[in-house]
């Protein structure tokens, strides 16, 4: 039994019966212009033999006039038909050019559909085995107390990782729909970051986090998007840097604005993909993101996080290596 194409080989495909679809257009177009201009030519032909079989019967200056009328008139089809041509020509590119580019957004969105739910599925199955092997193995053996707890809070961080991880599609779908409600509160924005820190030492007890930021930050903010943002930007760091360095997270105060960064050693991010990345399912194709495992809705729903909050987001290389994720709330 045949397996389906994937969507590279049909994109492939339907790239080459386009382009193949084009040519033919296009030649047909040069066709077209060449036999007007050749059915031109053998007219203004005929009416000039015909002007000069009865040049004798004409005068001089009648018979100049007659000429020149031909020659215009010919010239003037001939600039008609270029210029139908050109113009014909130019809407065929303009054409061509969107189609493709609707097209090959298409393949590209569904590749990365594909994609994110390959990668859904799998970080759904992971916790879900580990935690159920955990419980079976508890309900099945008889366990000193050090193995029973150890076993509980792996499976705890397991179902803290699959809590996390339906949070992100949930809120990633309702942002997108526009049917989210958030409720705005005065918050210390501050406190909420300790919260998270705290949260974040608890699963990767390992990375050193280092923080900067004063007592406290009152923000209006939602508590559940807000923190979702700062989880996100702290577990981006954590996929995509070498767990031997440091994370740094900064908040500061300023007279106009509320700055939050998060601070990697990571491999950084190209310049030509630092719009990208905030798209939805958007990950970028390198060895590193290959090798770890990623939705790509995580600095999606920044994004969407940060709008909403009236906040800008973006990323700059942070020397001398890595990234800066910041993103900045009006005061």
Request: aromatic content about 8%.
């Amino acid at each position: 039994m045949k397996s389906a194409p994937t969507p590279a080989t049909r994109f492939r495909r339907t790239t080459v019966l386009y382009w193949t679809l084009l040519a033919y257009v296009v030649a047909a177009l040069i066709w077209w212009f060449i036999s007007l201009e050749k059915q031109n030519q053998q007219i203004a032909e005929k009416e000039r033999n015909y002007l000069l079989e009865h040049k004798l019967e004409l005068s001089q200056a009648a018979f100049d006039e007659q000429w020149n009328k031909i020659q215009r008139a010919e010239q003037k089809n001939f600039t008609k038909y270029l210029s139908e041509g050109i113009t014909f020509l130019a809407l065929i590119g303009l054409g061509a050019s969107w189609v493709y580019r609707s097209v090959r957004r298409r393949f590209r969105l569904q590749k990365q559909q594909e994609e994110f739910i390959m990668a859904v599925t799998h970080e759904l199955k992971t916790p879900i085995a580990v935690a159920r092997l955990n419980l079976e193995t508890i309900q099945r053996y008889p366990l000193d107390e050090e193995k029973r707890e150890r076993l509980v809070k792996t499976t705890l961080d397991e179902t803290a990782r699959l809590n996390f991880l339906t949070n992100n599609i949930l809120v990633a779908s309702q942002l997108a729909g526009q049917s989210f409600r958030s409720e705005r509160n005065e918050l210390n924005l501050a406190g909420l970051l300790r919260d998270c820190i705290r949260d974040f030492q608890k699963r990767f007890p390992n990375r050193e986090l280092i923080s900067h930021m004063p007592e406290e930050v009152v923000l209006n903010g939602d508590p559940l998007l807000l923190q979702i943002l700062v989880n996100n930007l702290l577990e981006n760091a954590q996929k995509y840097s070498p767990k031997e360095t440091p994370i740094q997270l900064n908040l500061s105060q300023e007279p106009t604005a509320i700055r939050l960064e998060v601070i990697d050693q990571g491999p950084g991010i190209p310049r030509s993909e630092r719009k990208q990345i905030f798209e939805r399912f958007y990950r970028i194709e390198n060895e590193t993101t290959r090798k770890t495992a990623g939705t790509g809705l995580g600095l999606y729903l920044c994004k969407k996080i940060a709008a909403n909050h009236q906040a800008t987001i973006s990323v700059s290389d942070h020397l001398p290596k890595g990234s800066n994720f910041a993103v900045v709330f009006p005061a």
